[in-house]
């Protein structure tokens, strides 16, 4: 059996393993759990006494293909958690994201089954992100880009958001930015503001909080009948 801890090591690796790629430094681990580098070293040697990631000298690590599993199990708990949590218990999706972090780890697999099995198997949960299968293959690359990498005048589909910052998705949600959302970039002024539009409106985004967006250019199907509405 693993430890809470250690099956939040290996989650928090394989995203930055999905972001940055293997292997991972101790540094960026470090920082992206807000521990210390000798307890990421710590840990890693425990992990790696286990076969569950591998080790290189000066480089970083890279999880195992066992690893992998368990990373992408708990993950999918987590995802699935979250859905449950916002189409069943009437949580706001700025709630779920602590409390799936808690119960990721001792829920069973009839009971995972059985959450899959009310919501329908969803393929994502509420902030966007792809649930793994039940098979815990690891989901597809990443096609999304920051929402702020996007020039002027494109139309994009909001893809996910990202899960950890209540104010953030507070705002996000009263703004009307969620996944799913037809957008089209305005204007990205220099002093680091974006300025999208939607059916309901315009919205200023800092370039902070656009860069935590991620979004995939608009097929012709995606588009609302009119281009946008302007602000009043």
């Known amino acids: 059996m693993l430890s809470d801890v250690m099956e939040d090591y290996l989650k928090g690796i394989y995203e930055l393993q999905r972001e940055y790629g293997a292997p991972v430094k101790t540094s960026l681990i470090a920082e992206s759990l807000d521990v210390t580098a000798p307890t990421v070293t710590s840990m890693m040697e425990k992990l790696e006494e286990r076969g569950l990631v591998a080790r290189e000298k ?19 708990h987590h995802r699935l958690l979250e859905a449950f949590l916002v189409d069943h218990l009437d949580y706001e999706w700025t709630e779920v994201h602590e409390e799936a972090d808690v119960l990721e780890h001792h829920i ?16 994502v949960d509420p902030h966007g992100d792809p649930i793994p299968e039940a098979t815990l293959e690891p989901p597809a690359a990443d096609e999304t880009r920051p929402l702020a990498d996007f020039p002027v005048g494109d139309h994009v589909v909001v893809a ?44 200023n ?12 250019v608009a097929e012709p199907d995606d588009r609302p009948d009119t281009r946008h509405v302007t602000e009043s």
């Not at 069973?108 to 393929?123: K, M, N, V, W």
């Not at 996910?160 to 507070?170: A, F, G, I, S, W």
Request: charged fraction near 35%.
């Open 58 to 76: 000066y480089k970083g690590v890279e999880l195992t293909e066992e690893g992998e599993t368990v990373a992408v199990e708990i993950i999918r």
């Open 108 to 123: 069973s697999e009839e009971f995972e089954q059985r959450i899959a099995e009310r919501l329908g198997d969803p393929a």
């Open 160 to 203: 996910r958001v990202r899960d950890r910052n209540e104010d953030e998705l507070e705002y996000l949600a009263e703004a009307g930015i969620v996944p799913g959302r037809h957008l089209v970039i305005e204007e990205k002024a220099p002093i680091g503001m974006v300025t999208v539009s939607h059916e309901e409106g315009q919205q």
């Open 205 to 216: 985004l800092p370039d902070g909080v656009a860069e935590t967006i991620r979004a995939r």
